[in-house]
């Protein structure tokens, strides 16, 4: 009888991001954005009267960790719907656990796309949102030699073999590809930047992540390298960790995201007021929008179905759009990713991003890349 009145007093949901480890920082924002979507829709009465009820924990980074958290949110917490999972790896591994117990996975990290599962709501970008204007961007405005470096798993070799066929394809040269350990030593991201310095490209683009990442941007000058001159390009280098690396040591890189903290419209305007007040100075970024944008997107679902039944609630979820931070989103019912809305932005000295191009309109996910062309993307 306890059991049944716990379950009918809210929504319980499983929440899955790593507030420690090697991707700490930006996982803990996927998990405060996730947090102030939840209180927010609390806040307004919960969904068809019930509150949403979080059951949190933190699997440090490490993959057998997520599984073993995901197998005990469904088996032990009787949760049927998981908000959780950064780099690609994470996400490998809870999802045989996730359709064998046919549950549904949220996942707000943009990856490499080629990838499909019909329990799986993927609200990051894929490579067509986020790969090809980047490498239209750095082609028509930087120069047309290319240095690739990236941690050595799954999303950036996928990254940077996709990248490669764009860059080759469209007249350019990477000069060299090189991978270091997720958390590698300074000496080893000096070596790096030594040969950077030799190849003398026009643009570095950078697959690192966590302290790696950070120690690339930190040294980078050091190195007699010049972001005006040649900027590293990321997917992921994006205001937090910008503030915590010094945004003047920043100035002058490149980020392809969906969503910067200067972007202007009312609703993150909105979001930035609502983040500041819950969170203080700390800076908005694409891992707390995406994540607060998919509870969102979750919420007006279940509003729909009335239930946490998977296929209900995937079937809801292709039915509704939330005006998020960034613009509209949407899931596409063919490979249930979603319509995003693909931005370039410089880094400026005080952390945020100048927005030097953005599409016209969200952009349709192609997680198979089946399209190649830059046509879309070449700035007018």
């Not at 007040?277 to 997107?297: C, K, N, V």
Request: aromatic share 10%.
């Amino acid at each position: 009888m306890t059991h049944e009145i716990q379950m009918d007093d809210g929504w319980r949901i499983g929440v899955l991001f790593s507030r420690s480890g090697p991707t700490g920082v930006t996982e803990s924002e996927h998990f405060l954005g996730t947090a102030l979507a939840i209180e927010e829709i609390n806040q307004l009465g919960g969904v068809l009267g019930r509150p949403l009820i979080p059951v949190a924990y933190d699997p440090r980074g490490d993959a057998t960790e997520y599984r073993q958290l995901a197998t005990r949110l469904l088996l032990e917490d009787e949760v049927n719907v998981i908000f959780g999972c950064s780099r690609s790896s994470s996400r490998k591994a809870v999802l045989p656990v996730i359709e064998r117990n046919n549950a549904l996975l949220w996942y707000c990290s943009f990856y490499e796309g080629f990838e499909y599962s019909p329990n799986v709501i993927y609200t990051g970008a894929v490579p067509n949102q986020n790969n090809v204007p980047l490498a239209a961007y750095l082609l028509q405005n930087r120069g047309r030699k290319l240095f690739f470096v990236g941690a050595d798993y799954i999303y950036p070799r996928e990254s940077n073999r996709i990248m490669r066929d764009l860059v080759e394809q469209h007249g350019g040269e990477v000069l060299d590809e090189v991978y270091l350990p997720l958390e590698a030593s300074r000496a080893e991201v000096e070596e790096v930047l030594a040969d950077i310095q030799a190849a003398q490209p026009d643009a570095v683009f950078s697959t690192m992540v966590g302290q790696s990442a950070r120690l690339l941007y930190q040294l980078y000058r050091d190195f007699g390298l010049d972001p005006q001159r040649t900027p590293i390009a990321s997917l992921s280098m994006v205001e937090e960790e910008i503030r915590q690396i010094g945004p003047l040591l920043c100035e002058g890189h490149i980020t392809a995201a969906t969503y910067f903290g200067s972007v202007a419209s009312e609703s993150n305007r909105r979001f930035i007021a609502l983040w500041r007040s819950r969170f203080g100075d700390r800076p908005t970024s694409m891992w707390s929008e995406l994540a607060y944008a998919q509870i969102h997107l979750f919420a007006q679902a279940l509003q729909r179905s009335g239930s946490l039944d998977r296929r209900k609630l995937v079937e809801a979820a292709h039915r509704v759009r939330f005006e998020a931070p960034e613009g509209p989103i949407t899931v596409d019912p063919e490979n249930n990713h979603c319509s995003l809305t693909p931005r370039i932005g410089i880094c400026r000295s005080d952390g945020q991003f100048d927005i030097v191009w953005e599409a016209r309109e969200p952009v349709r996910p192609d997680p198979y890349f089946s399209t190649f062309g830059f046509s879309e993307f070449w700035l007018r």
